[in-house]
Nanobody, 115 residues
Framework: QVRLVESGGGLVQAGGSLRLSCAAS????????MGWYRQAPGKQRELVAI??????DYGDSVKGRFTISRDNAKNMVFLQMNSLKPEDTAVYYC??????????WGQGTQVTVSS
């Protein structure tokens, strides 16, 4: 089994910053990619950012404000979120994709941005 544990969520004012962390453990095997998705109330889960090797991909709404990074040795992925907006409010989920393309999700961490 693969376990993903997120941390770093919370309440922040608009314009502020937060840094999310996700630690993977268990039968990870070879990792194809790690990243972050988010889901706001009443909306579908959407891509925030994902990193695979040296390639990164961001959702259009966070480009230029969020930065994803990864510590391969520790099986961790991070999301630096700057210039936060109220519309960034959501539950943020860590995602891991193995080389077999099997995907795993964390339990989610709440990010709330007040105006």
């Amino acid at each position: 089994q693969v376990r993903l544990v997120e941390s770093g969520g919370g309440l922040v004012q608009a314009g502020g910053s937060l840094r999310l962390s996700c630690a993977a453990s268990g039968n990870i095997g070879s990792i194809n990619g790690m990243g972050w998705y988010r889901q706001a109330p009443g909306k579908q889960r959407e891509l925030v950012a994902i990193i695979s090797g040296t390639n990164t991909d961001y959702g259009d709404s966070v480009k230029g404000r969020f930065t994803i990074s990864r510590d391969n040795a520790k099986n961790m992925v991070f999301l630096q979120m700057n210039s936060l907006k109220p519309e960034d409010t959501a539950v943020y989920y860590c995602y891991l994709r193995r080389a077999t393309l099997t995907g795993y999700w964390g339990q989610g961490t709440q990010v709330t941005v007040s105006s």
